[in-house]
């Protein structure tokens, strides 16, 4: 079986963890060779680097989410260079800007509960810091993007990024924006949640990524793709919401060499190339 590979998770979260050992065993099976684990904010950086010793397959990265910009504390850059210090392999992510919190968010959606929404530019301060970061040493980075693609867009004309690129985790924007952003230095990965019908133009940005630039994740356990299509299923949250399993994976390699009309084993080739060269090289 070729080796798959996830290019943005949260293995750490609260939700996966009564489940490790048995994803574990999930991922072996479908052949997951490794897995990025992103951190969102300084109190989860610990678990994360706990998941790179305990497994193999784990690639850390560390970083403030914008949903968490808010509440970082007086000395986290420092934390944040010393997290990465301690792992010459460690990406930077996950990061970014989210209008979303904003301008869409419901005042009570539970998923904010306790955070304090920080102003967009604020959210830039501290993008930009982590991204210099990752630029400074040529650390793969994770980006998260949601209702902000032509801020985003203004940043980075104006600042350095790793030489390597820069991943555009669940790329949301418009097709037209893909030529752009691939010509900067951008990665851009595919969630199997883009499969749910409601999702075309998010289907349509990737028919036309260049194949070079595609990876492919999960973000587990997060955003699951249509329970149709789901080959693994854990129980639900609390709240009766569904909770994505890491070894959907293969269900979303095998949806996207459809959508993009190539063999499955011409697009798992290919991702594991831009795998490599991205995150390992």
């Given at each position: 079986m070729p080796p798959l590979f996830d290019a943005h998770n949260h293995l750490q979260d609260d939700w996966l963890?009564?489940?490790l050992a048995?994803?574990?065993t999930d991922l072996r099976a479908c052949g997951v060779q490794r897995v990025v684990v992103n951190g969102t904010c300084e109190n989860d950086w610990s678990a994360v680097a706990a998941l790179a010793k305990r497994f193999a397959w784990v690639l850390p990265s560390y970083g403030v989410h914008p949903w968490d910009a808010g509440n970082r504390s007086a000395n986290w850059l420092t934390t944040l260079q010393a997290q990465l210090a301690a792992d010459p392999r460690a990406g930077v992510g996950e990061i970014g800007l989210d209008r979303w919190i904003l301008d869409s968010a419901k005042p009570d959606d539970p998923r904010?509960?306790?955070l304090r929404r920080a102003p967009l530019g604020e959210q830039g301060e501290v993008f930009l810091k982590q991204l210099a970061l990752a630029a400074t040493e040529n650390r793969p980075v994770s980006i998260h993007c949601l209702q902000a693609f032509g801020a985003l867009a203004g940043l980075l004309r104006h600042?350095?990024?790793?030489a390597r690129g820069f991943l555009l985790h669940a790329y949301g924007g418009p097709a037209e924006m893909v030529a752009a952003f691939a010509e900067r230095g951008?990665?851009?990965?595919?969630?199997?949640s883009f499969?749910?019908?409601?999702?075309?133009?998010?289907?349509a940005a990737f028919r036309v990524v260049p194949a070079e630039r595609l990876l492919v994740e999960t973000d587990a356990p997060a955003i699951p793709l249509p329970a149709e299509l789901a080959q693994f299923v854990l129980p639900p949250s609390s709240d009766g919401g569904a909770i994505n399993h890491p070894a959907?994976?293969?269900?979303?390699?095998?949806?996207l060499a459809e959508l993009r009309g190539v063999s499955l084993a011409q697009l798992t080739a290919q991702v594991a190339e831009n795998f490599s060269r991205y995150f390992i090289a």
């Open positions: 963890t009564p489940h048995s994803i574990d904010l509960a306790g600042v350095n990024t790793p951008a990665y851009f990965s595919f969630n199997g499969l749910a019908p409601r999702h075309e133009a998010r289907r959907n994976l293969r269900a979303t390699y095998a949806a």
